[in-house]
């Protein structure tokens, strides 16, 4: 996958151009969250591709150059969502949930792809590759593919920065599982900073509820103790995620009672 993804991003433009994003999708080669005319653009360019379930794939944006692209993310993305679930069942054993329950959310769940490029910069402190939020999602699995720098996280109100960890993946808390563990798990706000003289690549796969269910705290967590947040359907959250730029641990703040 890490070298697919570099020979994917070292194409031509005009090659790049034919998995480019269209009006109206969040899918393909471009840039995303951009809302508004007037914002600053984060300096990378990325691919995003929905790859589970299958049937929700939408092909005309997934390159055949390289050859082997398309069968490597068919099994590298069949390996992850078997990683999520079996993290998922940890989650809920140390919430001390039922694991079939939170497991039901995410049976046919919705996972997404985005590969980040950031080309190096030679002014790095006055661009960003990642402008600082928390993911929408339950988890985030990222793989750095090469080994430099960039992704910082927000702790006490500082940047502090992870270093990659060969053969390792970095797994992010999204707000999704924020709201699902009633405040247990925080999802984490982050961003990326950009290197002046080299590239940096990494892959980060998103996990969704399932489309059809609704997003709020597990009911075994609310016996007890007070709702932290609302619930709402899936579709709606999505829709609030999607046509809002990004901006710090904004949908959590619209999702707190």
Not at 39 to 60: E, Y
Not at 168 to 186: C, H, R
Request: aromatic share 8%; with cysteine; net charge neutral.
């Amino acid at each position: 996958m890490k070298t697919d993804a570099h020979e994917f991003f070292n194409l031509p433009l005009e090659e790049k151009m034919v998995c480019a994003q269209v009006p109206g999708h969040i899918e393909g080669y471009g840039q995303v969250f951009v809302v508004s005319e007037d914002q600053k653009l984060d300096w990378s360019d990325m691919l995003f591709l929905i790859d589970q379930p299958a049937h929700l794939r939408d092909t005309r944006f997934w390159p055949t150059n390289p050859s082997s692209f398309r069968e490597t993310m068919d099994k590298y993305t069949t390996e992850l969502h078997k990683v999520m679930i079996q993290l998922m069942k940890l989650i809920a054993k140390n919430l001390g949930t039922d694991p079939e329950m939170l497991l039901s959310l995410f049976e046919h769940e919705i996972q997404a792809i985005k590969m980040n490029y950031y080309p190096p910069c030679a002014e790095a402190s006055k661009v960003l590759g990642a402008s600082p939020h928390s993911d929408a999602t339950a988890l985030t699995l990222l793989l750095h593919a090469n080994e430099v720098d960039g992704l910082q996280i927000k702790r006490n109100q500082k940047w502090v920065p992870v270093k990659p960890i060969p053969d390792a993946f970095t797994v992010n808390v999204g707000d999704m599982l924020e709201i699902l563990s009633n405040g247990e798990y925080k999802s984490i706000e982050h961003r990326a900073v950009v290197d002046p003289e080299k590239e940096r690549l990494s892959i980060a796969s998103f996990h969704n509820q399932k489309m059809g269910t609704q997003i709020g705290p597990l009911p075994d967590l609310v016996k007890t103790n007070k709702a932290l947040y609302r619930t709402i359907p899936v579709e709606e959250f999505r829709k609030m995620k999607l046509t809002s730029k990004q901006d710090g641990k904004f949908m959590i703040r619209k999702m707190k009672l």
